[in-house]
Protein backbone atom coordinates (compact mmCIF):
# COMPACT_ATOMS: atom_id res chain seq x y z
CA UNK A 1 0.00 0.00 0.00
CA UNK A 2 1.37 3.38 -1.01
CA UNK A 3 0.18 5.44 1.38
CA UNK A 4 2.29 8.10 0.60
CA UNK A 5 -0.35 9.66 -2.33
CA UNK A 6 -2.66 12.28 -1.29
CA UNK A 7 -5.48 13.22 -4.58
CA UNK A 8 -7.30 16.43 -5.73
CA UNK A 9 -9.99 16.83 -7.30
CA UNK A 10 -8.92 16.89 -10.19
CA UNK A 11 -6.40 14.04 -9.82
CA UNK A 12 -9.98 12.00 -9.36
CA UNK A 13 -10.65 12.86 -13.02
CA UNK A 14 -7.81 11.32 -14.32
CA UNK A 15 -7.47 8.20 -12.20
CA UNK A 16 -6.69 5.35 -15.05
CA UNK A 17 -9.11 2.30 -14.60
CA UNK A 18 -6.02 0.26 -13.23
CA UNK A 19 -5.66 2.70 -10.13
CA UNK A 20 -9.33 3.25 -9.75
CA UNK A 21 -9.26 -0.72 -8.92
CA UNK A 22 -6.60 -0.70 -7.00
CA UNK A 23 -7.21 1.66 -4.68
CA UNK A 24 -10.93 0.50 -4.09
CA UNK A 25 -9.40 -3.61 -3.66
CA UNK A 26 -6.84 -1.29 -1.29
CA UNK A 27 -8.82 0.69 0.77
CA UNK A 28 -12.55 0.23 0.03
CA UNK A 29 -14.01 -3.76 -0.84
CA UNK A 30 -12.07 -6.26 -2.24
CA UNK A 31 -14.55 -8.86 -2.97
CA UNK A 32 -16.99 -5.86 -4.40
CA UNK A 33 -14.22 -5.61 -6.83
CA UNK A 34 -14.08 -8.85 -8.01
CA UNK A 35 -18.39 -9.07 -8.08
CA UNK A 36 -17.96 -6.61 -10.81
CA UNK A 37 -15.15 -7.92 -12.78
CA UNK A 38 -17.45 -11.06 -12.56
CA UNK A 39 -19.69 -8.80 -15.11
CA UNK A 40 -16.92 -7.22 -17.26
CA UNK A 41 -17.85 -4.02 -15.22
CA UNK A 42 -14.39 -3.52 -12.91
CA UNK A 43 -12.77 -1.14 -15.46
CA UNK A 44 -15.49 0.81 -17.12
CA UNK A 45 -16.18 4.15 -15.80
CA UNK A 46 -18.48 7.22 -17.08
CA UNK A 47 -17.66 10.56 -17.91
CA UNK A 48 -21.10 11.82 -18.09
CA UNK A 49 -24.46 10.98 -17.81
CA UNK A 50 -27.72 12.71 -19.16
CA UNK A 51 -31.56 12.15 -19.60
CA UNK A 52 -31.44 8.39 -20.02
CA UNK A 53 -27.64 8.05 -21.00
CA UNK A 54 -24.92 7.14 -19.48
CA UNK A 55 -21.63 8.16 -21.67
CA UNK A 56 -19.04 6.02 -21.01
CA UNK A 57 -14.98 6.94 -20.97
CA UNK A 58 -14.27 5.33 -24.21
CA UNK A 59 -17.24 7.32 -25.36
CA UNK A 60 -19.59 4.49 -25.70
CA UNK A 61 -23.26 5.56 -25.25
CA UNK A 62 -25.51 3.61 -23.02
CA UNK A 63 -28.82 3.39 -22.77
CA UNK A 64 -29.66 3.26 -18.74
CA UNK A 65 -33.05 0.49 -18.70
CA UNK A 66 -32.24 0.23 -14.51
CA UNK A 67 -33.06 3.57 -13.51
CA UNK A 68 -30.34 3.48 -11.13
CA UNK A 69 -32.08 1.13 -8.82
CA UNK A 70 -35.35 2.90 -8.50
CA UNK A 71 -33.54 6.42 -7.77
CA UNK A 72 -33.43 7.91 -11.34
CA UNK A 73 -37.08 8.47 -11.81
CA UNK A 74 -36.53 11.96 -13.72
CA UNK A 75 -33.13 10.46 -15.54
CA UNK A 76 -29.67 11.64 -15.19
CA UNK A 77 -29.05 14.87 -14.51
CA UNK A 78 -32.62 16.62 -15.03
CA UNK A 79 -31.92 20.36 -16.32
CA UNK A 80 -34.54 21.61 -13.99
CA UNK A 81 -32.63 19.35 -10.80
CA UNK A 82 -29.49 21.13 -11.84
CA UNK A 83 -30.58 24.42 -12.33
CA UNK A 84 -32.09 24.58 -8.65
CA UNK A 85 -28.97 23.25 -6.91
CA UNK A 86 -27.23 26.09 -8.64
CA UNK A 87 -29.61 28.17 -7.77
CA UNK A 88 -29.54 26.92 -4.12
CA UNK A 89 -25.49 27.17 -3.92
CA UNK A 90 -24.90 30.68 -6.29
CA UNK A 91 -27.62 32.54 -3.81
CA UNK A 92 -25.22 30.83 -0.67
CA UNK A 93 -28.34 29.65 0.67
CA UNK A 94 -27.93 28.60 4.24
CA UNK A 95 -27.85 25.02 3.96
CA UNK A 96 -27.32 23.99 7.51
CA UNK A 97 -28.56 25.06 10.70
CA UNK A 98 -30.32 23.63 13.23
CA UNK A 99 -31.35 26.92 14.76
CA UNK A 100 -33.69 27.87 12.76
CA UNK A 101 -37.28 26.59 11.09
CA UNK A 102 -36.36 25.43 7.69
CA UNK A 103 -39.01 26.97 4.82
CA UNK A 104 -37.61 24.05 2.64
CA UNK A 105 -38.45 21.03 5.36
CA UNK A 106 -41.75 23.28 5.56
CA UNK A 107 -42.92 23.79 2.30
CA UNK A 108 -41.71 19.99 1.44
CA UNK A 109 -43.81 18.33 3.93
CA UNK A 110 -46.71 20.51 2.96
CA UNK A 111 -46.24 19.06 -0.95
CA UNK A 112 -46.49 15.96 0.30
CA UNK A 113 -49.32 16.31 2.78
CA UNK A 114 -51.26 17.53 -0.37
CA UNK A 115 -49.54 14.69 -2.46
CA UNK A 116 -50.97 11.86 -0.50
CA UNK A 117 -54.71 10.81 0.28
CA UNK A 118 -56.51 11.58 3.72
CA UNK A 119 -55.06 12.96 6.69
CA UNK A 120 -50.83 11.80 6.51
CA UNK A 121 -49.91 14.80 7.01
CA UNK A 122 -46.51 14.60 8.95
CA UNK A 123 -43.29 14.50 7.84
CA UNK A 124 -39.79 13.35 8.75
CA UNK A 125 -36.84 13.66 6.45
CA UNK A 126 -33.40 11.91 6.41
CA UNK A 127 -31.12 10.64 3.78
CA UNK A 128 -31.66 6.85 3.19
CA UNK A 129 -34.17 4.59 3.02
CA UNK A 130 -33.32 2.36 5.89
CA UNK A 131 -33.14 5.28 8.27
CA UNK A 132 -36.42 6.39 7.02
CA UNK A 133 -38.10 2.77 7.68
CA UNK A 134 -36.25 2.84 10.99
CA UNK A 135 -37.64 6.17 11.61
CA UNK A 136 -41.19 4.48 11.20
CA UNK A 137 -40.68 1.57 13.21
CA UNK A 138 -39.86 3.97 16.47
CA UNK A 139 -42.75 6.13 15.12
CA UNK A 140 -44.65 2.93 15.67
CA UNK A 141 -43.30 1.52 18.92
CA UNK A 142 -43.53 5.70 20.57
CA UNK A 143 -47.37 5.05 19.58
CA UNK A 144 -48.07 2.43 21.16
CA UNK A 145 -45.67 2.15 24.09
CA UNK A 146 -43.12 -0.51 24.85
CA UNK A 147 -46.02 -3.40 26.44
CA UNK A 148 -46.68 -3.89 22.52
CA UNK A 149 -43.72 -2.83 20.45
CA UNK A 150 -43.59 -6.69 18.55
CA UNK A 151 -43.26 -6.00 14.54
CA UNK A 152 -44.93 -8.01 11.81
CA UNK A 153 -43.41 -8.40 8.32
CA UNK A 154 -43.80 -10.95 5.43
CA UNK A 155 -41.47 -13.25 4.03
CA UNK A 156 -40.83 -11.47 0.59
CA UNK A 157 -39.75 -8.27 2.41
CA UNK A 158 -36.49 -5.95 1.90
CA UNK A 159 -36.39 -2.89 3.91
CA UNK A 160 -33.15 -1.56 4.48
CA UNK A 161 -30.01 -3.33 6.14
CA UNK A 162 -29.86 -1.29 9.36
CA UNK A 163 -30.23 -3.45 12.47
CA UNK A 164 -33.86 -2.66 12.94
CA UNK A 165 -34.46 -2.67 9.18
CA UNK A 166 -32.43 -5.86 8.41
CA UNK A 167 -34.77 -7.73 10.98
CA UNK A 168 -37.87 -6.86 9.12
CA UNK A 169 -35.75 -8.23 5.90
CA UNK A 170 -36.51 -11.36 4.93
CA UNK A 171 -34.38 -11.31 1.97
CA UNK A 172 -31.61 -9.98 3.62
CA UNK A 173 -29.06 -13.03 2.92
CA UNK A 174 -26.78 -11.73 5.20
CA UNK A 175 -29.28 -11.41 8.47
CA UNK A 176 -27.47 -14.68 9.53
CA UNK A 177 -24.64 -13.21 10.58
CA UNK A 178 -26.34 -10.68 13.27
CA UNK A 179 -28.25 -10.31 16.52
CA UNK A 180 -31.47 -9.61 14.80
CA UNK A 181 -33.95 -7.20 16.56
CA UNK A 182 -36.05 -9.50 19.09
CA UNK A 183 -40.14 -9.57 18.82
CA UNK A 184 -40.53 -9.21 14.75
CA UNK A 185 -42.77 -12.09 13.43
CA UNK A 186 -43.54 -13.17 9.68
CA UNK A 187 -45.91 -13.94 7.47
CA UNK A 188 -46.46 -14.96 4.25
CA UNK A 189 -46.97 -12.52 1.83
CA UNK A 190 -50.03 -11.68 0.49
CA UNK A 191 -51.99 -13.58 3.17
CA UNK A 192 -54.32 -11.78 5.08
CA UNK A 193 -55.38 -15.00 6.84
CA UNK A 194 -52.39 -15.44 7.94
CA UNK A 195 -51.71 -12.11 9.78
CA UNK A 196 -55.32 -12.20 11.23
CA UNK A 197 -53.85 -15.59 12.84
CA UNK A 198 -51.08 -13.82 13.96
CA UNK A 199 -53.19 -10.54 15.78
CA UNK A 200 -55.07 -12.82 17.12
CA UNK A 201 -52.79 -15.23 18.79
CA UNK A 202 -50.73 -12.23 20.06
CA UNK A 203 -54.04 -10.73 21.93
CA UNK A 204 -53.16 -11.71 25.49
CA UNK A 205 -55.92 -13.07 27.62
CA UNK A 206 -59.16 -10.77 27.88
CA UNK A 207 -57.38 -8.15 25.61
CA UNK A 208 -58.83 -7.55 22.23
CA UNK A 209 -55.54 -5.70 20.85
CA UNK A 210 -52.39 -7.77 20.37
CA UNK A 211 -48.83 -6.90 21.75
CA UNK A 212 -47.78 -5.63 17.68
CA UNK A 213 -47.64 -2.00 17.32
CA UNK A 214 -47.04 -2.26 13.59
CA UNK A 215 -47.40 -4.33 9.85
CA UNK A 216 -44.61 -3.17 7.51
CA UNK A 217 -45.19 -4.15 3.75
CA UNK A 218 -44.80 -3.10 0.51
CA UNK A 219 -47.77 -3.05 -1.63
CA UNK A 220 -45.48 -4.53 -4.40
CA UNK A 221 -42.80 -6.31 -3.73
CA UNK A 222 -39.89 -4.54 -5.51
CA UNK A 223 -36.98 -6.63 -5.00
CA UNK A 224 -38.02 -9.15 -6.90
CA UNK A 225 -41.03 -7.57 -8.31
CA UNK A 226 -44.25 -10.00 -6.56
CA UNK A 227 -47.72 -8.87 -6.15
CA UNK A 228 -49.97 -9.83 -3.96
CA UNK A 229 -53.25 -10.99 -4.60
CA UNK A 230 -55.74 -8.15 -5.23
CA UNK A 231 -57.93 -7.02 -2.60
CA UNK A 232 -54.83 -7.85 -0.15
CA UNK A 233 -53.66 -4.48 0.89
CA UNK A 234 -57.38 -3.53 1.27
CA UNK A 235 -57.59 -6.48 3.56
CA UNK A 236 -54.77 -5.81 5.48
CA UNK A 237 -55.86 -2.00 5.65
CA UNK A 238 -59.16 -3.08 7.80
CA UNK A 239 -57.12 -5.53 9.66
CA UNK A 240 -55.10 -3.34 10.89
CA UNK A 241 -57.87 -1.07 11.76
CA UNK A 242 -59.51 -3.90 13.83
CA UNK A 243 -56.72 -4.82 15.85
CA UNK A 244 -55.46 -1.52 16.01
CA UNK A 245 -52.07 -2.27 14.86
CA UNK A 246 -50.44 0.84 12.61
CA UNK A 247 -49.50 -0.34 8.77
CA UNK A 248 -46.59 1.29 7.42
CA UNK A 249 -46.13 0.91 3.60
CA UNK A 250 -42.63 0.74 2.38
CA UNK A 251 -42.73 2.80 -0.99
CA UNK A 252 -38.94 3.70 -0.71
CA UNK A 253 -38.61 1.52 -4.33
CA UNK A 254 -42.03 1.71 -5.95
CA UNK A 255 -42.93 5.21 -4.81
CA UNK A 256 -43.50 8.60 -7.02
CA UNK A 257 -44.43 7.22 -10.25
CA UNK A 258 -42.73 4.02 -10.97
CA UNK A 259 -45.91 1.70 -10.95
CA UNK A 260 -47.81 4.22 -12.72
CA UNK A 261 -49.81 5.85 -9.45
CA UNK A 262 -47.78 8.33 -7.43
CA UNK A 263 -47.78 5.38 -4.69
CA UNK A 264 -48.16 1.82 -5.44
CA UNK A 265 -50.71 1.41 -2.24
CA UNK A 266 -53.05 4.01 -4.15
CA UNK A 267 -53.91 1.15 -6.82
CA UNK A 268 -56.06 -0.39 -3.57
CA UNK A 269 -57.38 3.14 -2.61
CA UNK A 270 -56.14 2.51 1.03
CA UNK A 271 -54.38 5.10 3.20
CA UNK A 272 -52.04 3.52 5.63
CA UNK A 273 -50.92 4.99 8.98
CA UNK A 274 -47.35 5.49 7.96
CA UNK A 275 -45.53 5.68 4.59
CA UNK A 276 -42.07 5.22 3.77
CA UNK A 277 -40.21 7.07 0.49
CA UNK A 278 -36.89 7.10 -0.81
CA UNK A 279 -34.64 6.68 -4.03
CA UNK A 280 -36.66 8.96 -7.10
CA UNK A 281 -37.53 11.19 -4.36
CA UNK A 282 -34.42 13.13 -4.61
CA UNK A 283 -34.37 13.77 -8.43
CA UNK A 284 -31.70 11.45 -9.03
CA UNK A 285 -29.29 13.88 -7.24
CA UNK A 286 -30.52 14.06 -3.40
CA UNK A 287 -29.46 11.48 -0.80
CA UNK A 288 -32.97 12.13 0.36
CA UNK A 289 -35.36 9.70 2.33
CA UNK A 290 -38.62 10.17 4.75
CA UNK A 291 -41.82 9.01 6.53
CA UNK A 292 -44.96 10.53 6.47
CA UNK A 293 -47.85 9.53 9.19
CA UNK A 294 -51.32 10.37 9.56
CA UNK A 295 -51.61 13.30 12.19
CA UNK A 296 -53.49 11.30 14.71
CA UNK A 297 -49.96 8.35 14.23
CA UNK A 298 -47.58 11.29 14.82
CA UNK A 299 -49.08 13.45 17.66
CA UNK A 300 -49.58 10.79 19.90
CA UNK A 301 -46.10 9.86 19.60
CA UNK A 302 -44.12 12.71 19.26
CA UNK A 303 -46.71 15.58 19.93
CA UNK A 304 -45.41 16.98 22.79
CA UNK A 305 -42.43 19.74 23.41
CA UNK A 306 -40.74 16.77 25.29
CA UNK A 307 -40.71 14.64 22.89
CA UNK A 308 -40.16 16.73 19.90
CA UNK A 309 -36.72 15.80 19.52
CA UNK A 310 -36.79 12.31 20.37
CA UNK A 311 -36.21 11.00 16.86
CA UNK A 312 -34.12 13.23 14.26
CA UNK A 313 -31.13 13.26 12.58
CA UNK A 314 -27.58 15.74 11.92
CA UNK A 315 -28.43 15.84 8.17
CA UNK A 316 -32.02 15.69 8.24
CA UNK A 317 -33.27 18.94 6.16
CA UNK A 318 -29.98 20.45 4.57
CA UNK A 319 -31.57 23.03 2.40
CA UNK A 320 -30.43 22.00 -0.93
CA UNK A 321 -31.63 18.02 -0.53
CA UNK A 322 -34.71 19.40 0.51
CA UNK A 323 -34.91 22.29 -2.90
CA UNK A 324 -34.31 19.19 -4.85
CA UNK A 325 -37.34 16.99 -3.84
CA UNK A 326 -39.42 19.97 -4.24
CA UNK A 327 -38.29 20.57 -7.89
CA UNK A 328 -38.55 16.88 -8.35
CA UNK A 329 -42.07 16.45 -7.10
CA UNK A 330 -43.01 19.81 -9.12
CA UNK A 331 -41.22 17.89 -12.58
CA UNK A 332 -43.53 14.99 -12.07
CA UNK A 333 -46.61 17.42 -11.82
CA UNK A 334 -45.41 19.46 -14.48
CA UNK A 335 -44.69 16.67 -16.89
CA UNK A 336 -47.19 14.42 -16.67
CA UNK A 337 -45.21 11.69 -15.46
CA UNK A 338 -46.99 9.85 -13.80
CA UNK A 339 -49.66 9.01 -16.80
CA UNK A 340 -46.38 9.00 -18.56
CA UNK A 341 -45.25 6.34 -17.03
CA UNK A 342 -48.67 4.18 -16.83
CA UNK A 343 -49.00 4.66 -20.78
CA UNK A 344 -44.92 3.60 -21.55
CA UNK A 345 -46.02 0.96 -19.06
CA UNK A 346 -48.30 -0.14 -21.03
CA UNK A 347 -46.62 -0.53 -23.79
CA UNK A 348 -43.22 -2.12 -22.27
CA UNK A 349 -45.71 -4.77 -21.09
CA UNK A 350 -47.05 -5.69 -24.07
CA UNK A 351 -43.43 -5.56 -25.73
CA UNK A 352 -41.95 -8.12 -22.89
CA UNK A 353 -45.04 -10.65 -23.22
CA UNK A 354 -43.73 -10.98 -26.88
CA UNK A 355 -41.09 -11.90 -26.01
CA UNK A 356 -42.11 -14.19 -23.72
CA UNK A 357 -44.11 -16.06 -26.28
CA UNK A 358 -41.14 -16.35 -28.35
CA UNK A 359 -38.81 -17.47 -25.68
CA UNK A 360 -40.65 -19.97 -23.90
CA UNK A 361 -37.71 -22.10 -22.71
CA UNK A 362 -35.90 -19.30 -22.04
CA UNK A 363 -38.18 -17.12 -19.91
CA UNK A 364 -40.51 -18.36 -16.89
CA UNK A 365 -41.84 -15.29 -16.08
CA UNK A 366 -42.31 -11.37 -17.45
CA UNK A 367 -44.22 -9.53 -14.61
CA UNK A 368 -44.85 -5.48 -13.07
CA UNK A 369 -46.63 -2.34 -13.45
CA UNK A 370 -45.95 0.78 -14.96
CA UNK A 371 -42.23 1.03 -15.31
CA UNK A 372 -41.40 -1.41 -13.23
CA UNK A 373 -41.02 -4.93 -15.11
CA UNK A 374 -39.03 -8.25 -14.61
CA UNK A 375 -38.04 -10.86 -17.01
CA UNK A 376 -37.47 -14.15 -14.49
CA UNK A 377 -34.95 -16.36 -16.88
CA UNK A 378 -35.39 -20.17 -16.27
CA UNK A 379 -31.43 -21.16 -15.45
CA UNK A 380 -29.24 -22.28 -18.21
CA UNK A 381 -28.37 -25.69 -18.94
CA UNK A 382 -26.23 -27.56 -16.46
CA UNK A 383 -23.94 -27.83 -18.92
CA UNK A 384 -23.10 -23.59 -19.51
CA UNK A 385 -23.19 -24.05 -15.31
CA UNK A 386 -20.38 -26.18 -15.15
CA UNK A 387 -18.64 -24.25 -17.97
CA UNK A 388 -19.28 -20.71 -15.90
CA UNK A 389 -18.24 -22.35 -12.72
CA UNK A 390 -15.19 -23.18 -13.89
CA UNK A 391 -13.71 -19.62 -14.07
CA UNK A 392 -15.81 -18.36 -10.90
CA UNK A 393 -14.40 -17.90 -7.34
CA UNK A 394 -15.56 -20.83 -4.78
CA UNK A 395 -19.20 -19.89 -3.80
CA UNK A 396 -19.68 -16.87 -6.12
CA UNK A 397 -23.23 -15.73 -5.82
CA UNK A 398 -23.13 -15.51 -9.16
CA UNK A 399 -23.89 -18.90 -9.74
CA UNK A 400 -27.40 -18.55 -8.06
CA UNK A 401 -28.30 -16.18 -10.98
CA UNK A 402 -26.29 -17.43 -13.23
CA UNK A 403 -28.53 -17.01 -16.41
CA UNK A 404 -29.53 -13.25 -15.52
CA UNK A 405 -25.69 -12.67 -15.31
CA UNK A 406 -25.00 -13.74 -18.66
CA UNK A 407 -27.71 -11.79 -19.91
CA UNK A 408 -26.69 -8.91 -17.92
CA UNK A 409 -23.13 -8.94 -19.22
CA UNK A 410 -24.52 -9.40 -22.84
CA UNK A 411 -26.81 -6.78 -22.80
CA UNK A 412 -24.24 -4.39 -21.62
CA UNK A 413 -21.22 -5.27 -23.64
CA UNK A 414 -22.53 -6.01 -26.66
CA UNK A 415 -26.00 -3.67 -27.09
CA UNK A 416 -25.17 -0.71 -25.01
CA UNK A 417 -28.19 -1.07 -22.87
CA UNK A 418 -27.87 -1.32 -19.15
CA UNK A 419 -30.28 -3.08 -17.16
CA UNK A 420 -30.92 -4.23 -13.15
CA UNK A 421 -29.81 -7.73 -11.42
CA UNK A 422 -29.80 -7.99 -8.05
CA UNK A 423 -28.22 -11.21 -6.46
CA UNK A 424 -31.22 -11.83 -3.90
CA UNK A 425 -33.61 -11.69 -7.60
CA UNK A 426 -32.52 -15.51 -8.78
CA UNK A 427 -32.31 -14.68 -12.61
CA UNK A 428 -34.49 -11.58 -12.83
CA UNK A 429 -33.45 -9.28 -14.96
CA UNK A 430 -35.18 -5.62 -14.29
CA UNK A 431 -36.27 -2.92 -16.13
CA UNK A 432 -36.97 0.29 -14.14
CA UNK A 433 -36.03 2.96 -16.67
CA UNK A 434 -36.50 6.69 -15.82
CA UNK A 435 -40.40 7.74 -16.08
CA UNK A 436 -38.96 10.23 -19.39
CA UNK A 437 -38.43 7.17 -21.43
CA UNK A 438 -39.57 7.05 -25.24
CA UNK A 439 -41.23 4.11 -27.05
CA UNK A 440 -37.99 4.59 -29.56
CA UNK A 441 -35.78 3.48 -26.50
CA UNK A 442 -38.20 1.04 -24.74
CA UNK A 443 -37.84 -0.66 -28.89
CA UNK A 444 -34.23 -1.22 -28.37
CA UNK A 445 -34.00 -2.42 -25.30
CA UNK A 446 -36.51 -4.99 -25.80
CA UNK A 447 -34.94 -5.39 -29.16
CA UNK A 448 -31.34 -6.18 -27.44
CA UNK A 449 -33.00 -8.34 -25.34
CA UNK A 450 -34.69 -10.50 -28.53
CA UNK A 451 -31.03 -10.76 -29.95
CA UNK A 452 -29.30 -11.78 -26.96
CA UNK A 453 -32.02 -14.41 -25.83
CA UNK A 454 -31.96 -15.61 -29.91
CA UNK A 455 -28.33 -16.85 -29.09
CA UNK A 456 -29.17 -19.33 -26.48
CA UNK A 457 -27.04 -20.74 -23.38
CA UNK A 458 -24.28 -22.54 -24.49
CA UNK A 459 -23.18 -19.46 -26.57
CA UNK A 460 -24.12 -16.64 -24.48
CA UNK A 461 -22.05 -18.57 -21.60
CA UNK A 462 -18.60 -18.91 -24.08
CA UNK A 463 -19.20 -14.88 -24.83
CA UNK A 464 -19.28 -14.57 -20.77
CA UNK A 465 -16.16 -16.52 -20.49
CA UNK A 466 -14.51 -15.17 -23.54
CA UNK A 467 -14.91 -11.71 -21.94
CA UNK A 468 -13.89 -13.00 -18.45
CA UNK A 469 -10.74 -14.41 -19.92
CA UNK A 470 -9.59 -12.02 -21.95
CA UNK A 471 -9.49 -9.19 -19.60
C1 LIG B 1 -38.32 -1.47 -0.63
C2 LIG B 1 -37.04 -0.96 -0.05
N1 LIG B 1 -37.01 -0.55 1.22
C3 LIG B 1 -35.87 -0.08 1.79
C4 LIG B 1 -34.70 -0.01 1.07
C5 LIG B 1 -33.45 0.48 1.74
O1 LIG B 1 -33.06 1.71 1.23
P1 LIG B 1 -31.55 2.22 1.44
O2 LIG B 1 -30.67 1.34 0.62
O3 LIG B 1 -31.57 3.64 0.94
O4 LIG B 1 -31.26 2.13 2.88
C6 LIG B 1 -34.69 -0.43 -0.27
C7 LIG B 1 -33.44 -0.38 -1.05
O5 LIG B 1 -33.31 -0.85 -2.14
C8 LIG B 1 -35.89 -0.91 -0.84
O6 LIG B 1 -35.93 -1.35 -2.11
Redesign the pocket.
Known amino acids: MDKTRWYKLEDVERLSAEEKIRLTQEYVNCGMVKLFGLLGLDKIWASSAEGMYITLSDGRRILDMSGG ?2 VLGLGHNHPRILKARIKIAQEKRLEFCKAFISPYVAALAANLASLLPGDLEYSFFCN ?4 A ?1 EGALKLAEKHHGLSRSGLVYTDQS ?4 SHA ?1 MSVSSLDDSRKNFKLLERCYQVPYGDAGALEQLFIQHCKKGNDKPDLCAFIV ?1 AIH ?2 RIIFPPAGYLRKVRELCTRYDVLLIM ?1 E ?2 TGFGHTGYWFAFQAEEIIPDIVCY ?1 KTFGGGKASI ?1 GYTARAPVFLKAYGNTGEALMHSSTFSGMSEECATAIEALNIFKDEHLIDRAHDSGEYLKQQLRNLQKKYPERINDVRGRGLLWGVELKPPMEQVEQLVAQILPDKSPILSTLAGAIVLAELFHTHNVLAYLGFTRRNLIVFSPALIVDKKELDRAVGALDATLSLGWLSLGRSFIARKVLK
Open positions: NGSGAEVFHGKAEGTDIYSA
